[in-house]
Structure formats: C-alpha cells, structure tokens
C-alpha cells in the first residue's frame, strides 16, 4: 500500500477516534498500541520495508484499535446490534480485538522470522508464529491486569470483561485461533510478497 494512502486513512482514523471519545482514558490505552506501531514503521520503513500485506493488516489492525478506542470495546454499537440480534449475553466486539491481535501479528512475526533466517523448517517456523502471539497476547492480559490494579475501577472499560470469568482464557484462544487461521490463509499469498520484496520489485 501506497505510504501516502497508509498514512492518510490511518490519520484521518485516529482524528476521528480522538473527537468526543466515550472515555479519554479508555482512548488512550487502546489506541496507543497503534500510535506505538505508527511509529516503529516510520523508524524502519527504510532500512526493513514490509510487505505490502503486513502493512495493510497493520493498518486494519490500528482501524479495530481506534474504534474500540473511540466507543469502549464493551460498548462498541455494531457488535452492540450483533448483541441484540443474535442473543449474546455481552458485546463480543473485544474478541474481534483479539483475534485480531493473533491474526495481524502472525504475519509480522512471519516476515521478521523469514527474512532474518531465524529458523529453518516451515513447521518450526508455524510453531514459534504462533507462540509469538501467544506471548503477545499474554503480555497483554498482563498489561490489562497492572493497568486495571493501578487505576481502580477506572480500567473496567479498558478490561471489557463485561462480567465474563474465562474472558482472559478466551481473549488468549481468540488471538491463537487468529493466528493459525492467518498462516493457513495467508502463507501463500505472503510468500509471493516475500519473493518480490526481496528481488527489489
């Protein structure tokens, strides 16, 4: 994807997502991920330029990040009319989120594996993806945890949990799921990327 159309959807995203938000505090946590990785692809687009399919879902993933940034992931109003017309018992629109957080990073882990010969074998390779973003989406549950005894009841919406007692169990599952779903969707598609990205096409 073109710097330009990244940078400018991703933008006028982010200024939209920060205009009014339900709860700012709740903003900021969610949405910095996706200010924190803007940043990193700036600092590297020259010297490790991704694939055109990392950068696209990256950019899907910051999307997911300032909507529930902007509405509170327990209250976002899609998944709230999703709630209603097919009879869940809480707003689902969090394991979107995590899935999300395995399916994206799969292929960024996927990329920086390949590309700096980490391993060889793709099933040793499959395997350390998807442990990656198990790690990434335990550290997360972690951050959720020491956000939420920091601030009190001031990180219920953050945490979303909605009153679910196996949300940190699934939240991890959802992001597993999405990272296996990614390599079998996308390894293919990712490869041919790959190739052309590294003969300078």
């Known amino acids: 994807m073109a710097p330009l159309l990244w940078g400018g959807i991703y933008l006028a995203a982010l200024v939209w997502s920060g205009l009014e938000p339900k709860d700012f505090y709740t ?6 991920p996706a200010l924190i990785g803007a940043g990193v ?13 990392v950068y696209i879902l990256i950019l899907v993933h910051s999307l997911i990040l300032m909507q529930g940034g902007h509405y509170t992931y327990a209250e976002e109003p899609f998944f709230n009319w999703l ?3 097919l009879g869940w018992p809480r707003n689902n629109y969090d394991k979107l989120g995590h899935f999300a957080q395995g399916f994206i990073p799969a292929m960024v ?3 920086i594996l390949l590309r700096k010969a980490v391993v060889n074998g793709r099933g040793w390779l499959n395997f350390l993806v998807v442990c990656v973003c198990l790690a990434i989406s335990a550290f997360y549950e ?15 919406a953050f ?4 009153g679910y007692v196996w949300d940190t169990q699934s939240d991890m599952a959802c992001a597993m799921v ?9 390894a293919k598609v990712h490869d041919r990327q790959l190739a052309e990205l590294l003969r300078g096409g």
Do not use: H
């Not at 903003?27 to 910095?32: A, F, K, N, S, Y």
């Not at 972690?142 to 001031?154: K, P, Q």
């Not at 945490?159 to 909605?162: E, I, S």
């Open 27 to 32: 903003w900021l946590l969610e949405v910095l």
């Open 159 to 162: 945490l979303a949990t909605q």
């Open 41 to 53: 692809l700036m600092a590297t687009r020259r010297r490790f330029p991704l694939t055109p399919l």
């Open 142 to 156: 972690l951050i959720e945890w020491w956000v939420a005894a920091f601030s009190g009841t001031g990180a219920d």
């Open 109 to 111: 882990a996927r990329e």
């Open 178 to 186: 999405g990272a296996i779903l990614a390599l079998l969707l996308l």
């Open 83 to 85: 709630k209603e017309v």
